[in-house]
């Protein structure tokens, strides 16, 4: 069973910065894919970034030259860098990873924002 773990949320005031991490039980160069997701209260889950095994890129609009998705294949780690934060970021954010058609859910990070 494939996990990934989350971590790295928390509160940060408005332009602040977070560095989430997304920790994978198996070797993350089996992905095809990882990506982050966030979801709002009250909203769906959106697409923030994803990044290839290529390690090609990329990014929602609302976080573009934001936010950087980066992964660490010796650590089997994936990262989402997120700087000058605004108070509308607010969510949990998972990671997902693709590996042969089947995408796999961490259990989420909440990450706040204050204004």
């Known amino acids: 069973q494939v996990q990934l773990v989350e971590s790295g949320g928390g509160l940060v005031q408005t332009g602040g910065s977070l560095r989430l991490s997304c920790a994978a039980s198996?070797?993350?160069?089996?992905?095809?894919?990882m990506h982050w997701y966030r979801q709002a209260p009250g909203k769906e889950r959106e697409l923030v970034a994803g990044?290839?095994?290529?390690?090609?890129?990329n990014y929602a609009d609302s976080v573009k030259g934001r936010f950087t998705i980066s992964r660490d294949n010796a650590k089997n780690t994936v990262y989402l860098q997120m700087n000058s934060l605004k108070p509308e970021d607010t969510a949990v954010y998972y990671c997902?990873?693709?590996?042969?058609?089947?995408?796999?859910w961490g259990q989420g990070t909440q990450v706040t924002v204050s204004s």
């Open positions: 198996r070797s993350i160069s089996s992905f095809n894919v």
């Open positions: 997902r990873g693709v590996a042969s058609l089947r995408g796999y």
């Open positions: 990044i290839t095994s290529g390690g090609s890129t």
